[in-house]
């Protein structure tokens, strides 16, 4: 098997991470694996939901969306994509962590973990749903890669309204020398980049290549 | 041209780095405030104190509650900003960096089209300037825009028109000086044998009439005669005198508008069958001239316009009037104009359209002569009917200083 590939937005956290990297057990990949019923389904590691950054992020109380992309070949040699993605929410006055998981084919499961250990243990023992029926070849080497977006695009769009609002709050009282908000040309050019700016990007990626298995994983 | 454009890209350089460089300092501190951690640790404390007062005070939890949410909504809005800060920092520099880029860009692209067209200027200012020392005539392309360059160029044009009138002129006085001497000589050479001539006639036809007493009619008849022809002869070497004797104008200051009037009511009666109209604006028309030859000169041309006529009624229109550095007049008939073929020849002596025996042709080259000793000049302009003749002079006031 291949070793994990991971992608890093910036350097202290790669040089962290890399460090962490190589204390990780070895062998600690996804296990993508059919089941009797023919579907497909992913079982993703623990180190990746317990390296420090991810730790970090997830205690932030933003909505942390692990998007999962896998890329295969059928049993035509085509090439077949299948994808899911698992939202964590640490909801600060409950303090627990509510887990929406959307599997690829749709279909949305939400839940209520109370703490970080048994969101450590859910992750690493419930396998997420890729396809029904597997479009997959069995045993062929699937690409498996696993990006972390910090927050949620309701939470991005809540975010870059506030600081256009500030901001052209900010820069009218500036210009009128007093509290009214009235419009300013700057607007649609500070809008602009805002809106750029501020938006949704992966801080942080894995990549592995591994083999689809005939049964689960022990 | 490659030091300039060393120079600007170096200002431009210098201009941007500087910018950046204060700009990266003042972006840094604004979304850093923003994403500040100590901020965010205040928040998040507060949040536990919410908490921890819902706890110890239930009857409130409702309230802590939504102050709660409200410090997690803005401690939710920091954590983005922090985790996007840095792009949001680099987009505003880079923005602001592009604006002033082309801010810099277009003012320098304007700076050397005007430097280029600025030297292609210079370089057409040259060759006029060149043409001017050629002596050719200047029309300058110039003249369309009035910045220093264009009103240098339209001084070149002007001293170039002034030079050329002058030069016209010039010529036009050495010709008509030439046959002003040529009509001298003449007038000199027929003058002396003619009034030998006469003298020696009268006293041969004295001593016929001693010798033939009975023929004293056949002989006064023959003396009359050969006295009246002598006479014709007389008058024409006159003429040829009062072309080459033109006197030097006694120069002195008159309103020219004034004058024209003056001269159209004097003179209303002169021409049977003219008609004198004068056209006075009220406009002051001061220029220096002799009052005697100007008369002299309208007279002339009053005297063309009426034979002009044949018989029929005529008007006469004359007007003044100050364009410039200069006054103007036109003196203009309604008659039947002159033809072509003699337009160009015109002020030359001896040009004339009447038959042989009735004009010498000298009286237009009279006119000439004054205007151009008069500093001014005398042409036939373009009408729709008749022909109008205008006099030019230079203004009175500008001759003064």
């Not at chain 2, 001298?184 to 009439?209: D, F, N, Q, Y």
């Not at chain 2, 006197?247 to 209303?268: I, K, N, Q």
């Not at chain 2, 080259?365 to 022909?387: N, P, Q, T, Y």
């Not at chain 2, 003749?389 to 006031?397: V, W």
Request: one cysteine or more; aromatic letters at 6%; proline letters at 4%.
């Amino acid at each position: 098997m291949a070793p994990a590939q991971v992608r890093f937005r910036s350097a202290p956290i790669a040089c962290l991470l890399a460090l962490l990297g190589a204390a990780a057990p070895r062998g600690d990949v996804p296990h993508v694996f059919a089941r009797p019923d023919g579907a497909i389904l992913i079982r993703l590691p623990t180190s990746s939901l317990t390296g420090d950054r991810v730790k970090t992020q997830l205690r932030s109380g933003l909505t942390t969306a692990f998007v999962l992309l896998t890329k295969g070949r059928d049993s035509e040699n085509h090439e077949r994509k299948l994808g899911a993605r698992v939202e964590i929410r640490y909801e600060l006055w409950d303090e627990n962590y509510i887990v929406v998981v959307i599997d690829g084919t749709g279909l949305r499961e939400s839940r209520t973990i109370d703490s970080y250990a048994h969101l450590v243990d859910w992750w690493s023992r419930s396998p997420i749903l890729l396809g029904a029926p597997s479009p997959l070849r069995q045993s062929g080497a699937v690409a498996v890669s696993l990006e972390m977006v910090p927050f949620s695009p309701e939470e991005e769009a809540d975010t870059q309204r506030w600081l256009a609002h500030s901001l052209n709050t900010s820069s009218s009282r500036a210009a009128s020398g007093q509290g009214a908000a009235s419009p300013q040309p700057s607007e649609g050019l500070l809008d602009i980049i805002i809106g750029t700016a501020i938006h949704r990007q992966a801080i942080l990626s894995f990549h592995w290549d591994v083999r689809v298995e005939a049964s689960p994983p022990k | 041209m490659k030091t300039r454009t060393i120079s600007l890209i170096l200002v431009v350089v210098v201009t941007l780095t500087g910018f950046a460089w204060f700009f990266r300092q003042l972006s840094f501190v604004s979304v850093g405030l923003a994403a500040n951690s100590e901020v965010q640790r205040a928040l998040r404390q507060s949040l536990s104190d919410q908490k921890s007062l819902a706890r110890s005070d239930p009857s409130h939890a409702a309230l802590y509650r939504q102050r709660f949410e409200d410090v997690r909504l803005l401690l939710t809005r920091m954590e983005i900003l922090s985790l996007t800060g840095r792009k949001l920092t680099s987009a505003l520099e880079g923005t602001l960096l592009a604006l002033v880029a082309l801010v810099i860009a277009s003012g320098s692209i304007i700076y050397l089209i005007e430097h280029r067209r600025r030297e292609r200027r210079l370089v057409q200012l040259r060759e006029s300037l060149m043409a001017l020392s050629r002596g050719e005539p200047v029309a300058s392309p110039l003249r369309k825009r009035r910045d220093l360059i264009g009103r240098i160029g339209l001084m070149i044009e002007s001293t170039s028109n002034a030079i050329d009138r002058d030069r016209r002129r010039m010529r036009s006085l050495e010709h008509l000086s030439s046959w002003q001497e040529a009509a001298r000589r003449h007038a000199h050479e027929i003058r002396t044998p003619l009034t030998a001539a006469r003298m020696e006639v009268a006293r041969l036809l004295s001593w016929a009439g001693q010798q033939l007493p009975g023929e004293q009619a056949a002989l006064a008849s023959a003396q009359a005669s050969i006295f009246e022809e002598l006479e014709r002869l007389r008058a024409f070497t006159t003429a040829f005198t009062s072309f080459a004797m033109l006197s030097p104008p006694r120069l002195v200051p008159l309103d020219l508008a004034r004058f024209l009037e003056d001269f159209a009511g004097t003179f209303a009666s002169a021409w049977p069958g003219l008609r004198l109209e004068s056209q006075h604006g009220g406009e002051r028309c001061e220029v220096m001239m002799d009052a005697n030859l100007m008369r002299q000169l309208l007279v002339n041309l009053a005297n063309n316009s009426a034979q002009a006529c044949d018989g029929r009624t005529g008007l006469l229109r004359l007007r003044a009037w100050r364009e410039g550095k200069q006054v103007l007049a036109d003196v203009a008939d309604d008659g039947p104009g002159i033809s072509a073929s003699v337009r160009e020849r015109l002020f030359e002596p001896y040009t004339t359209t009447r038959q042989i025996g009735e004009g010498m042709g000298l009286g237009l080259s009279i006119c000439k002569k004054i205007m151009l000793d008069h500093g001014g000049d005398l042409d036939l302009v373009s009408s729709e009917r008749g022909a109008t003749f205008r006099l030019t002079f230079p203004a009175g006031d500008e001759l003064r200083g």
